[in-house]
Structures are given as C-alpha cells and as structure tokens.
C-alpha cells in the first residue's frame, strides 16, 4: 500500500522544519512468511525532498529502515507559503510524491 | 551539508534501535525503552491511518454508495469531537451497548448496506476491517486530550459494567488466567513490559486510553476489539467473537474505571 | 490508605450479614443476577478456534471461587482449598525430583503453548520468565511471581524444599489458595519429566541460579 504521505512543515524565519510519515512496507527481504518462503525484498530506496523545486535532501533507504518511516530535518531559509515535496522510490520501481505548503 | 543533515536523522534511528539492548540491569533496560517510546512517539504512524479514516468518513461506499457521515457515535449524528471518550454507551436504535467498533459496524450496515455479520468475520486488518482500523484511529484522534466520562446512567450500561467487572475478574482455560492475572495489581511486568493495574482509575485511564494504537513490532494498527483479542488468545482462552458483549462489558469497565483519571491519547503507539 | 481500611471493614460487616457474598452495598438478588449475565455473555462470545476450544470457559469450583471480583477467602477456607489441592498432587513415580537444569532452563523460557494459534503437539513451555527472576544472566523477567534467583541457595536442596517446590509447579494452590500461577501438572501443561528440569533449575546447586 502506497498510501499518501503525511508531511509538516514549518518555518521559523530562518530554518523550516520537516516531518514526514511515510506509508510503506519497508519488507527486508529476509523474513519468511508462515510457510517458510522468504518474502521478497520491497522497500524505498531513493528518497529526495525539494523546496519550491530545490532538492534539499537526498538520501539512499534500505531494508534497516522501519516500516511506515518517519523522518525529520531543517534546511536553511523557508518561508510561510513554500511549497516542500518529498518523493521517494522503491526498488520494485513504485514512486510516491507528495507536496505541503510551509506553515 | 545535505548528507550532513541525513546522517543526524539516521543517527536518531539507529539510537532509538539500540536502546533496548544496551543497558545491564533491568531498571535502566526499562527507562531505555520508556527512552525509545518517546523517540517513536514522534512520528506516530497511527496518523497514516487518521488520514485515511477521515476520508473513509466522508466517502460514499457499499451497495448503498452513502458516506458515514450520518454516523450518530452517541452525540448525535455526525457528531465525531468527544464520542470517542464517552463510549461504550447505550444505543435505543440497536438496544443495546456498543463499543465504537461494534457501533461503526452498525453505521456501516443501515447507512452503507455493508453487512456487519461480514466485516466482523473479517480477518484483522483485511478488507473492511483494514477501514474500520482507519476508522478508529481518526474517530479516536478527534477526542485526544479529552477525559473519559464513559456513561453508567442507563440500566443497560451498568449491567455491561457489572458483567464486564466480572468477565475481567473470570479466570478459566488451561493457565487458570483471566484480564486480573496480569493486570491486577500495582507496579507489575511481564517479562520487561510494564502492567497497568486496570482495576485503578489511572492506569486504566493509561491503559485502556492509550487504545486504538500503532504497533511498531508489526506495523499494525490495532483497535481494542484487536487488543482484547490478543490478551484472550494469551490467556489460552477459546476466540472472542468481533464486536460480542465480552468485549463490550470488558471496555465499559474500563472505560467507566478511568472516568476522570486521565485523558485519551489514542492513538497511540506501543513497541 | 484510610480508603482501604474502610472498604475492608466494611467488606467483612457485608460478609458477615450476607453470609459470603462480597461486594459493596448492592444486594444479593442483584448480584446474582449479573452473575448469570456474565455466564451468559461468557456463553455467547466466544467460538472455538484450533485446540482453544469452548470446554475452556468451564470453570472447575476453585477457579469459580477465585474469579470473584473483591474476593475475600477466608483463614478456613483457603486451608480448605489449599488441602484439596495437596491431596490432589502427583509425586514423581521414581521418587526423583530433580532432573537437567538446562532443561528447565530452556522450558523457563518458552512462553508457548495451547494458545489457539499453537498446535496439540504438547510442546509447552513453563512461561516461568514472563512472571519470575530466575537466573543472573536473563534481565528480561517480570515481576508478577516473587524472585526466584538463589532459590535452592536460601532454602536448601533438600527433600523438603524439593517436594516444596514440586508442589507449587503441580498446582500452586496447595500453598497458596488462589495463586496466580498456573496449575503446571494439575492441567497438564507440563510432565513430570519437565516439572524435574524446572526443580532442577532452582535448586541443583550447579544451576545458574544458584552458582552465579
């Protein structure tokens, strides 16, 4: 299920402070199901989010990362208004995007 | 700068992953993951599952394409703010007391056409179940920060209060064990999982306040009919029937111990 | 504080003048009226599910004496209670009560077992951490049994002790009435060879819980 993500987002002036909840199953791939067959691997794996089009954060996930993550950062500048989108791919090739506008 | 910021938001991760295995003695293995509960507290996954049970409410679905929102949860019709502390409670359309699970699968039959005998035959989390999951989670959130004042002025609800005082108390099955084994007494673990006494107003005010909750070991969200399920397959007890009075009386004596002890936090999120 | 002696005043005036029904001020008609609506809603709430099957909501008279809520068990009536239950204990055919710590150990362990997800296979565990400190090494233990850790160091691995402590995992109610734990050889969750082990755990002086 790739749900919508749930994203805040907040500026103080000088900072904005990101929070994103993300819906995924974040499968490891070395798990077995109840009849002893390993379940495949199925988790993001690239993650990018942009400030009114400027990518402010790019990171790699993998199977370490929980299910359902959560994430937070700040980047310098923001302002009430922005627009913030994170995007995130998975290693079965599905994508997600979803935009907030900055509080 | 980028890859700095990315690397401190890992850094949290894998601490909060560590804390329960580092410390030597037990106490502080109990303060690590009271510790890692705060870190996870954070970033709820339970409001993944709010979203989506506030747009369940409003969608048109079933054979009869209506929404819920003419839903009445105790408060009127559509009312949704504080129906989630005052239940269970006494319904005159159903006759009978019903907890929000047992009251949506009522909604969902008379306002949707989805047949209630269904859904509750719904494995946890499959199908309509996986809704009213949603559901729950969002009707709950709406009452967060709000004491309960579950109702025991009708007949009906203190008889389930009474039944449910005796069905926590019922010991039975091959373990002798009932609710009261592990959660009758002050300042109890089991293993290293801490017990609220849900005799006392304000552990069952913790405990059965803290309900519906996302479950980070499964990554579930699980409504207290789900919970109660859970504790009776533990108590080597037969299967709780979905949404059966059991488990409506267990909730009334809950629900009614933790009047005014404390307020609702669910959903909420348990390891 | 002064709240609980109150109610237990007040309890034994109650069971005095009702002549063993606890409870506060409610009636007797009345509570036994919810009393046959709890059996009902008991009745009709649950299905069987695998080997967890409905025969496990009858109770037998001493857990229908130990489920009252507010139960109050009287000095005569728990000797009562607690004889018929050391009556009723099986002693080891051999006469041998100790058998391989590692063993117990490991049954000390395991919480599973006749739940409806497990299988009839009988390959039930003692759940004996989930409620008990037992060894040094496990911090991972809870609190609803008392400690165990140096059992058979405070107590001594003799005869009595060991017929003791059969006694409590065969059925705990012989010396306690209404115990919490669970009758181990009484209801069948564990044998007489894993009964051995776990004495054997507690007491055998090589035992972690006692050499460490």
Redesign the interface.
Known sequence: MA??M?IRAASNGTETEV?V?M?H?METGQRKDPSGALIPAHHITELTATHNGR?????QFGPA????P??????KGGAKGDKVTVSWVDNKGDKRSDEVVVS | M?SR??A??LG??ALALMVPTLP???DA?SDGIAHYRELLA??N?A??WE??GEELWREARGPKKATLEQCDLGQGAGVVKGAFVTLPRYFADTKRVQDLESRLLTCMETLQGIPAAEVAATPFGKGEQENIEALVAWISAESRGMQFNVPTSHPEEK?MY??G??????????????CV??HG?D??????QD?PNLTQPADAARGFGAWPA?R?SS?ELWSMQRRLNDC???Q??????YG????I?LSTYLGVTANGAGESIAPAIKR | MKMTIRNSALMAVTVAALGGCAGGNMGTAQQAA??R??AD??A??????GI???D????DPL?AT????D?HLGDEQAEQIQAAAMAGIKWPSDGNFLGDWKEGEKLAQSGKG????DKADGANGG?C???HRISKTE??????GPSLYQYGKLHGNTEKTQKYVWAKIWNPNATMACS????FGH???LDEKQIRHIVALLLDPKSPVNAE
């Open positions: 749900g919508p749930r929070k909840l819906s199953e990518v402010v954060l790019s990171g990362v929980s299910k359902n959560y994430l937070q950062f700040r980047f | 980028k910021k990315y401190v938001c949290v991760s030597a003695l037990a293995t954070e970033g996954p409001e993944l979203m989506r008889r009474e039944v005082k005796r069905a926590f108390h019922f010991r039975g099955g091959p373990h002798d064990f009932g084994t592990c007494d300042g109890k673990r089991i293993r290293l017990l996302y980070v990554g009776f397959r533990q080597r007890f037969p299967y709780p029937l059966s009075d059991v488990t009386a | 919810y009393d609506d709890t809603v008991m009709r709430s649950f299905r069987a599910q967890a099957t409905l496990r909501l009858q109770q857990m130990c489920s009252a809520p139960r006749l739940t409806w997800k759940n951490y989930n409620c911090i991972s233990y809870g609190t609803i919490n734990m669970p009758r209801s069948g969750i």
